[in-house]
């Protein structure tokens, strides 16, 4: 019901005297704190209201309301802790109003603002992010902030102790924290909930998931979503593993108050996580832009004005005599004069985004900053990695005593675990996880020595993470379920606590389930905060083709043009040792998430045909700026080749090739795709003047086309030919070593083209 039709309705509502014992079944919320309540619930209608009439202005562009879900949010900000993590969605403005966003935020909000501290002005209103209020950053795609929520319980249980910073402001939350999400009931029928709920159960973490039920997500009802209509019937078995599940009404306060008290005691006494299906109502359409009198039969569109909690909690508190109806009204009345000046002050100060706003908060990465991150950790650990690789080495883990820098060339593969051995050894806010990524199954490490002494351990389907869980201990490094989404989705929750995690993606061939949570959660964590929270993290994961024919089509993907198309992620691709270990440690302090890929076909090779891959560990001071390409054969002329990862060893044979053919080919490394070095590109073909790209990723939107676009846009005039590009086909990798040689770059095409171009 609208703001003045609720405040008539209430203001015609018959006086009743006070009832002894009233006040006693507001399970010990005392009168004032229940006007308090009732104040945010009427707050966040009448900033409503407001915002339905900057749309019409042509101020706020977007309107998303939370009309119905008043009561549950504001009887839940007040049962938790106001520094209880929250991960909700875009229906609690009343929360975000008890727990103290003000009325100028939402309005900042609602039109835009470069001035809002929640999101700079980058989402569509009531996508808040307050981290200093404990109010995490939403974003819009439903159902997806479940996993966040269920990573976040897991590394708040995480015994071991975090030394670093505090990751966000108001972040390190306290060991007995409930992490509560909120979700309407059709977001729950995304898989990433279900998965939510789960590991919940699985971790005994203190998660409280509240499903706000309108029986309706658009104009899909909820018994098209559920057997009875009800999201919470595919959860009753996980009953027997201690999770609680609670009904109620989210429209009647004393029922609400009850049974919301029930679920934080149940959860802070650490007997299990809880589900709550809580019935609210729909107080308008879907959104601005939804109409549900087209869909809704009219009775039931009568139910959602009668059912209304603004109503209902007037009703409740008047009828048992603790508020007389003009007690109420004056609410109504001084939040209409509140909300009006505020919105007069905030609107005629609008302040539109710049450029630098926007596309300036994408990324946080400064390799100043990185470095002297890195800088840091060396001073304060890096004098005992010595003797820690020493004791590493007496103990079997290790081929060598020495450290890594003063051993001879190695794998990339040795040259990663290598890097993961010291990034695990100078900071403790490390945690790494995936697929078989432990040396032992949690219940055979519980074993201890005696048991885990006599085997060998797998540590990662390549060997890249081994030793790491006996070196570093099953809290820091574990094997999780097969579910990649659950692998990134969890991960945020880590990174909020205040760790870096190293999620693992097993083969980029199956990023696909967890593509959501990369493109559209971490990725865009810095931008949707308006450069307030980062989420640090590797996203370690193998990729590419060329293993001799037994990669085929599940196993052999090199398609990054997919991942450097996400704004906020920067894809690194080393092709060496020394890079991966330089680029390795850049990726841990770059403050962003990484998606770090590793090279297949790479990691036990100490040369591509006699073309060198092993490498000195270098020094561990050195780090690789990301977007510093490197070149090879600088001198070099009459062709220019811009390629990375798997394919530079190739282009450097074809160079060899080339080279008794008296062509003289530069190359250029790009070592991070995104970003990508033009300056070093840019100075290569004002030199060269005939450019080659070769790419493993595939032609449509890939790596290389990028490239190519780049230079026929910016460096046309230094050109003296078509830029040249040999990719992937359009087919994915076949099985057998035909399938490869099909489907891939090849060396003998590379010399071809190139011999065709310079001839050009
Ligand atoms: C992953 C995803 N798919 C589709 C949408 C479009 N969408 C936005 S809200 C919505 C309905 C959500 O309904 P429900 O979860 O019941 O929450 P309600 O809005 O009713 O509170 C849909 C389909 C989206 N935002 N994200």
């Given at each position: 019901m609208p703001y003045f039709e609720v405040r008539d309705w209430v203001g015609k509502l018959k006086p009743s005297p006070p009832r002894r014992g009233a006040i006693e079944e507001y399970c010990g919320v005392d009168r004032e704190t229940l006007k308090e309540m009732y104040s945010v619930m009427v707050l966040a209608r009448r900033i409503e209201l407001e915002e339905k009439v900057l749309l019409r202005k042509g101020l706020c562009r977007f309107f998303i309301g939370c009309g119905g879900k008043e009561l549950i949010d504001v009887v839940a900000a007040h049962l938790l802790h106001p520094d209880d993590p929250f991960v909700g969605y875009y229906r609690n403005k009343a929360f975000d109003l008890y727990r103290g966003v003000t009325i100028e935020q939402k309005i900042l909000e609602a039109i835009g603002d470069r001035r809002s501290s929640?999101?700079?002005?980058?989402?569509?209103?009531?996508?808040?992010?307050?981290?200093?209020?404990?109010?995490?950053?939403?974003?819009?795609?439903?159902?997806?902030?479940?996993?966040?929520?269920?990573?976040?319980?897991?590394?708040?249980?995480?015994?071991?102790?975090?030394?670093?910073?505090?990751?966000i402001k108001g972040g390190r939350y306290r060991r007995d924290s409930i992490v509560f999400c909120s979700i309407g009931e059709g977001s729950t029928s995304s898989p990433e909930f279900h998965r939510a709920v789960f590991y919940s159960v699985y971790n005994q973490t203190k998660n409280i998931f509240g499903i706000y039920n309108c029986g309706w997500a658009i104009s899909t009802s909820v018994n098209e979503q559920f057997p009875e209509g009800n999201p919470t019937t595919s959860f009753e078995g996980f009953k027997r593993f201690g999770l609680l599940i609670e009904e109620f009404d989210g429209t009647r306060i004393k029922e609400t108050?009850?049974?919301?008290?029930?679920?934080?005691?149940?959860?802070?006494?650490?007997?299990?996580?809880?589900?709550?299906?809580?019935?609210?109502?729909?107080?308008?359409?879907?959104?601005?832009?939804?109409?549900?009198?087209?869909?809704?039969?009219?009775?039931?569109?009568?139910?959602?004005?009668?059912?209304?909690?603004?109503?209902?909690?007037?009703?409740?508190?008047?009828?048992?005599?603790?508020?007389?109806?003009?007690?109420?009204?004056?609410?109504?009345?001084?939040?209409?004069?509140?909300?009006?000046?505020?919105?007069?002050?905030?609107?005629?100060?609008?302040?539109?985004?710049?450029?630098?706003?926007?596309?300036?908060?994408?990324?946080?990465?400064?390799?100043?900053?990185?470095?002297?991150?890195?800088?840091?950790?060396?001073?304060?650990?890096?004098?005992?990695?010595?003797?820690?690789?020493?004791e590493l080495y007496k103990r079997g883990l290790l081929e060598s005593a020495d450290l890594p820098e003063n051993q001879p060339p190695m794998t990339l593969r040795k040259a990663i675990n290598y890097s993961l051995f010291d990034i695990f050894m100078l900071s403790d806010d490390t945690v790494l996880f995936g697929e078989d990524v432990a040396d032992f199954a949690a219940e055979v490490f519980a074993k201890g020595p005696e048991i885990t002494d006599k085997l060998r351990g797998k540590g990662g389907v390549f060997l890249v993470t081994k030793g790491l869980q006996r070196t570093f201990g099953p809290e820091r490094v574990y094997n999780t379920q097969l579910d990649e989404a659950g692998i990134l989705g969890r991960a945020q929750g880590h990174a909020y606590q205040g760790r870096v995690p190293f999620p693992e993606i097993q083969f980029i061939d199956y990023m696909s389930p967890a593509y959501q949570q990369l493109k559209d959660r971490i990725a865009t964590i810095y931008q949707r905060s308006g450069g307030n929270v980062r989420l640090p993290m590797v996203i370690r994961t193998s990729y590419g083709g060329y293993k001799q024919g037994a990669g085929a089509m599940w196993h052999s993907e090199a398609n990054l043009g997919t991942f450097i198309n996400i704004p906020g992620l920067h894809v690194v691709v080393p092709s060496n040792a020394a890079d991966a270990a330089g680029l390795m440690r850049t990726a841990f302090v770059s403050g962003d998430p990484v998606l770090f890929c590793e090279a297949v076909a790479l990691y036990n090779r100490n040369d591509w045909d006699g073309y060198k891959i092993a490498a000195k560990y270098p020094t561990i001071e050195e780090l690789i700026p990301f977007g510093k390409a490197k070149v090879y054969n600088a001198d070099a002329r009459d062709i220019l080749i811009i390629t990375y990862g798997i394919t530079f060893s190739m282009t450097m044979k074809a160079a060899q090739a080339l080279a008794e053919k008296n062509i003289n080919a530069r190359a250029i490394d790009l070592r991070t795709v995104k970003p990508i070095d033009w300056d070093a590109i840019e100075e290569a073909v004002k030199e060269c003047s005939k450019v080659l790209v070769v790419s493993e990723d595939r032609f449509y939107g890939g790596v290389g086309p990028t490239i190519s676009a780049y230079i026929a846009n910016n460096l046309f005039e230094y050109l003296d030919g078509p830029v040249r590009i040999i990719t992937a086909q359009d087919a994915r990798v076949a099985y057998g070593s035909d399938g490869d040689e099909i489907c891939l770059p090849q060396i003998n095409r590379i010399v071809e083209v190139a011999v065709e171009l310079v001839g050009y």
């Open positions: 929640s999101t700079g002005g980058m989402l569509q209103p009531s996508h808040s992010s307050y981290p200093e209020l404990a109010i995490l950053p939403q974003a819009s795609p439903t159902g997806s902030h479940a996993l966040e929520a269920a990573g976040l319980g897991e590394a708040i249980e995480n015994p071991t102790p975090i030394t670093g910073p505090i990751g108050l009850s049974a919301f008290k029930r679920m934080v005691e149940y959860v802070r006494d650490s007997r299990g996580p809880a589900l709550a299906n809580i019935n609210v109502v729909r107080e308008e359409s879907h959104s601005g832009s939804d109409d549900q009198s087209h869909y809704m039969e009219p009775t039931l569109q009568l139910y959602h004005i009668e059912h209304d909690p603004l109503r209902e909690t007037a009703k409740t508190l008047i009828d048992d005599g603790l508020f007389a109806p003009e007690e109420l009204v004056a609410i109504f009345d001084r939040t209409d004069d509140d909300v009006k000046r505020v919105t007069d002050e905030v609107v005629a100060g609008y302040q539109r985004k710049s450029y630098d706003d926007v596309v300036g908060k994408v990324y946080s990465y400064k390799h100043d900053t990185a470095e002297e991150r890195w800088r840091a950790l060396i001073r304060e650990r890096g004098g005992s990695r010595a003797g820690r690789y020493e």
